[in-house]
């Protein structure tokens, strides 16, 4: 057994750890292990753990202090005011991206029976939040990984969202189909990034993270072939990384898109990118 005996009691537990990881790191670990709330936590501190509950403890806070990912660790992690599993076979959602979503609910919100497509669903957080807050939509999420694709669907159906999911490279498995809305979180971070090293990146999924070239490949495919995946007035969405806004508007105005317009999350980086297939005043996305 690592770091105590069946005597330990909760608080004592969560306090030896301290200097290890973030305290609010240790109490969800422990939270998730024991099956308690933080309610529960809070009014039982001096609950006793077994030998076996303190073991399964520190290995947590041993993977946790290696740099993996507490949501990994937990297997959940909250997006838009719902919980979605998570595996490292899918990136972890952002709060970042809840801007696409409220992005897409606006134009969503103009429209009739609208049909919506999610490139590079991963754990279908933005898919699944789209059908769950606008029924009427009729949503379809992509991803080339079955394994990402198996956590989309199992997020799906217990949240409630319906939605349909193909295994696809971006649009090919796709002729033929036109939808009102295009949302995409593409691998946008430029291999070689520093950032791929730090804050529990390693732990996720290259292929959901970076493109292996200068970070906008992804996106250029997809500025690409959007026309021919978009009804007339049309709307695309792009997330993208905090310096490439620019780059991004550049590659839509060189295409068949007009209304270009970026947006910014709660931190006042610049993160969405997004445009109209026509030049009509009406279809603009969102005030």
């Known amino acids: 057994m690592s770091g105590g005996g069946a005597s330990q009691t909760l608080r004592a537990a969560v306090e030896q750890v301290r200097r290890r990881v973030p305290r609010l790191d240790a109490r969800l670990l422990i939270q998730h292990l024991l099956g308690i709330t933080h309610a529960q936590y809070l009014a039982n501190p001096e609950r006793t753990l077994t030998a ?3 073991e399964a403890f520190m290995s947590l806070v041993l993977r946790r202090e290696r740099g993996e990912p507490v949501a990994y660790l937990l297997g959940e992690k909250d997006f838009y005011s719902r919980t979605f599993r998570v595996t490292p076979d899918v990136l972890i959602p952002r709060p970042d991206t809840e801007l696409i979503v409220t992005l897409a609910l606006k134009r969503l919100k103009a429209l009739a029976w609208p049909k919506v497509l999610d490139l590079g669903t991963g754990s279908g957080a933005i898919a699944v939040t789209l059908a769950c807050e606008h029924p009427e939509a009729s949503v379809t999420a992509v991803d080339v990984s079955p394994a990402a694709l198996a956590v989309a669907r199992s997020n799906a159906e217990s949240l409630g969202g319906k939605v349909s999911f193909v295994e696809s490279d971006w649009f090919a ?11 995409a979180n593409p691998p946008y971070v430029a291999a070689r990034d520093p950032h791929l090293l730090q804050d529990g990146l390693p732990f996720e999924p290259d292929l959901a993270l970076t493109d292996g070239a200068d970070g906008l490949s992804c996106i250029r495919r997809i500025i690409d072939s959007a026309p021919t995946f978009l009804v007339a007035e049309g709307v695309l969405l792009i997330e993208h990384g905090h310096d490439q806004a620019v780059a991004v508007r550049e590659l839509l105005a060189a295409g068949s898109y007009a209304n270009i317009s970026t947006w910014q999350d709660l931190s006042g980086i610049d993160r969405v990118t997004g445009a109209c297939l026509a030049k009509v005043d009406t279809a603009k996305i969102a005030d």
């Open 52 to 54: 076996e509950q303190v």
């Open 173 to 183: 498995a796709l002729a033929g189909e036109r939808y009102d809305v295009i949302v």
